[in-house]
């Protein structure tokens, strides 16, 4: 394991900077720079020859690559952009490429990025290192172009796979919103930051009106299809750093990315919108009318409302707000306890 000095010095350097809200599952994080299917290489050597020869070549080989020099360009990169893999020389600067991976592999944003260091020759001893200290894989130098792309291939495989894996165990199958445990996951992540950095994020719950009924009325199929219209409208109001998750049956939560409570209000205002304005109609063609009802709260410093539990319990309470005053309507949480309703529609 590199040294106690220097992974201490990396971990504060990372930890100093704020950690990366790394894409590596864009689709649940829903990072509006994904790739589609191309996979992205993140390189980093010292030598800006070997990192122009790299680059070229792995380019060439059809993926996407983002070039940098040391661990602080990395740190920098990966906040960037989405970063599948990351391939690193060891000696990249006063932290090195081990450090790197090191560091990634202990954040939980961070650890599914697959990384691969280029060992020199008479580093040997170093492969052990290497592996102990994160590394996926290692390829040594001078870097033989053919074992490389063989190398990116078969991490391209593993990335592929555990891509799917992860949206599969992120996903509610149902309605393809996130599910509860990694609704809870991103917004623990957003009032972290919040907290650190003391940027805004707001959280909307939602809860279909009377959809008991709906059910009872035309049946749960029809209720179910009610479920994926009313996600697929309020995605439609989110933008790509938002969060919708379903909490379980028709209750659903978004965590509002940097959002303030102004802007929270009007995101919620906007979603109750679109959801009276489905139009569902049943097997007999009738129309199925669709209302929510919505409960906002902000994260604050001087609130106290800055863990995930507190805006969530704050949301609960304004959204019973909403349903007690009448439904179809958007409340807002209040510190104090008092709630401050804002009838819509
Ligand atoms: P309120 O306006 O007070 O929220 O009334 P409500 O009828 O929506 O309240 P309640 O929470 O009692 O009812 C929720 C219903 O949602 C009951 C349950 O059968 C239904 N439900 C939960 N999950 C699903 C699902 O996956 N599909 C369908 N079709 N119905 C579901
Ligand atoms: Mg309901
Ligand atoms: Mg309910």
Redesign the pocket.
Known sequence: MPGQTTLGRAVYAFENTGWPRIMSSPDIMGDTQTYGDQVSVLICESSQVQLRILTKAVEDAGYLVHAAHNAEEVLALLKLMPTDILLTGIEIGEVTGLEVCWALKSNRETESIHTIVITASGQERRLEESLDAGADDFIRKPVNMTELRARLRAASRLVRMQKQFRQLAETDALTGAANRRAFMQRLEIETEQARRHGSAVSVVML??????LVNDTHGHAIGDRVLIEAVKAVQHCLRDRDLLGRLG???FAVVLHDTTVEHALIAAERIRAAIEALQIRNDAGAAVPVTT?LGVSAAAVDTGLDTPESLLLAADEALYEAKHTGRNRVALARVDGARNERAAG
Do not use: N, P
């Open positions: 809860d279909l009106d009377h959809f008991k049956g028709e209750e009802s």
